[in-house]
């Protein structure tokens, strides 16, 4: 009897190796498939040796979806929040000088909206942290970040497909999806950046 073909191949990849942090939001966990994810198709409180894991990773672009968890959990304070976001973005810097890197506030959960956390958060005091940490780090000379408000992937005129209130349900992900190649993609491919 013969035995059987035994030999791997590996092939390079030949795409742009993306690496992405969020929660289960990002994690899509009522996607139709693995495959139909939203970082496909188109634990998460801003811990420091993720930020080294997302630096030593091989990287071509790099995106992160800050907040939701933090709110949830109520981590980390008004006042420590941009500090701890700070810390990780300069971490992932370390190495990753110039590859893009994109940080994308929560999208819309109905309730976060305006009820406060038992710290004090709402989801748009922690959008606008996120925004003024993204702008302030361009300022010192980082031409390599961007930020992305979530209500641009995600809004209340989406609520609908919120079953319990946070997590998209699975058409809710197609939608993130389409308009993350729709404002990310494809102007960052044609801009050069990935």
């Known amino acids: 009897?013969?035995?059987?073909n035994?030999?791997?191949?590996?092939?390079p990849?030949?795409?742009?190796?993306?690496v992405t942090y969020g929660s289960s939001i990002t994690q899509c966990v009522g996607a139709h498939s693995p495959s139909r994810t939203w970082p496909a198709l188109g634990n998460y409180h801003l811990e420091?040796?993720?930020?080294?894991l997302i630096r030593d990773l091989p990287s071509d672009f790099i995106s992160l979806g800050v907040g939701i968890n933090v709110y949830g959990a109520a981590s980390l304070s008004p006042r420590t929040f941009k500090p701890a976001l700070i810390g990780m973005l300069e971490t992932i810097r370390d190495k990753y000088e110039h590859t893009?890197?994109?940080?994308?506030?929560p999208i819309y959960a109905t309730h976060r909206e305006t009820n406060e956390n038992a710290l004090g958060f709402t989801l748009p005091m922690m959008r606008e942290d996120v925004r003024q940490t993204v702008e302030m780090?361009?300022?010192?000379?980082d031409h390599h970040i961007y930020y992305l408000d979530g209500l641009e992937l995600f809004s209340e005129n989406d609520a609908s497909?919120?079953?319990e209130h946070l997590h998209p349900d699975a058409d809710g992900y197609e939608i993130i999806a389409a308009?993350?190649?729709?404002k990310i993609i494809r102007p960052y491919r044609k801009k050069g950046i990935i």
């Not at 009897?1 to 059987?4: A, H």
């Not at 035994?6 to 092939?11: D, M, P, R, S, Y």
């Not at 780090?137 to 000379?141: C, D, I, N």
Request: proline residues 10%; glycine residues 2%; without cysteine.
């Open 13 to 18: 990849a030949s795409q742009p190796r993306w």
């Open 161 to 163: 497909h919120l079953p």
């Open 179 to 182: 308009r993350f190649m729709e």
């Open 6 to 11: 035994t030999e791997l191949w590996v092939i």
């Open 48 to 52: 420091s040796m993720v930020a080294r």
């Open 137 to 141: 780090l361009k300022a010192r000379g």
């Open 100 to 105: 893009p890197l994109l940080v994308i506030s």
């Open 1 to 4: 009897m013969d035995e059987p």
